[in-house]
């Protein structure tokens, strides 16, 4: 069953299915021990494709439960990526995780996928070296824009998430292959392409990890509307817009 935004409550060893699809198409399923405890990654699986989300995706979670010996029921939540990101591959991941949270009976929570990278500087590097320095995670956004949003040196969310040239990102320490792809154009702004991270896109199993974390300390998850941040471009031609009904 889909999550509506309300708090479920999760006071144990929890058991998730974690789901993104804002670049490449992810899956992983993770468990802690302990409520807010540390993530343990059972079993994953990715590609670095970010064109065969509906291909791969399905058969890649079922490989991985077969993996780890789970079944579906035995899974607590799914928690899943509602971007920022373009609408087909976003729409396979939401799509996935509410069919398969619909068939086995357990809560779907969204999770902006953004979180991941912001997730992965925390553990794997420091942003500056300054207990006050807040840095940015940025992904491509296609027509010569990014995804970013902004966060404090812990890791909470303070600004985003937005979708713009690479010029309006704030200054600062910039990780993510948005900033890899851009990072001429982030520099002349003012912002510093942290290198080591200029290839990472989000993955399902930091996506979860931090999902863990939020769940063990209490909080709300979003519900699985997906943040597009910009209009299809797909558009209705003129000649039908005032075509009567049939």
Do not use: C
């Not at 144990?12 to 993770?30: K, M, N, W």
């Amino acid at each position: 069953m889909a999550d509506t935004g309300l708090r479920h409550a999760y006071d144990g060893a929890v058991l998730i299915l974690a789901i993104d699809t804002s670049a490449t198409a992810s899956a992983a399923l993770l468990k802690n021990r302990t409520p807010g405890g540390a993530a343990q990654v059972l079993a994953s699986s990715h590609t670095d494709e970010t064109n065969t989300h509906s291909e791969v995706l399905a058969p890649g979670i079922q490989g991985l439960l077969a993996e780890s010996g789970t079944v579906g029921t035995d899974i607590d939540a799914i928690v899943v990526g509602v971007g920022p990101a373009p609408f087909t591959g976003l729409r396979v991941g939401i799509a996935t995780a509410r069919s398969l949270g619909f068939a086995w009976g357990i809560p779907v929570h969204g999770a902006m996928s953004l979180n991941a990278l912001a997730h992965d500087v925390l553990v794997d590097d420091s942003p500056g070296g300054d207990d006050d320095q807040e840095f940015t995670v940025a992904i491509d956004a296609r027509r010569r824009e990014v995804y970013w949003a902004r966060y404090d040196a812990g890791g909470a969310l303070v600004d985003g998430p937005h979708v713009g040239a690479a010029e309006g990102v704030p200054a600062g320490p910039v990780y993510g292959a948005g900033a890899g792809l851009y990072a001429d154009r982030l520099s002349a702004a003012g912002a510093r392409v942290a290198e080591r991270f200029a290839g990472r896109q989000p993955s399902a199993a930091s996506l979860g990890a931090w999902a863990l974390g939020e769940l063990g300390r209490g909080r709300d998850l979003l519900p699985t509307t997906p943040l597009y941040l910009r209009e299809s471009d797909a558009k209705v031609p003129a000649q039908m817009k005032g075509a009567p009904a049939s």
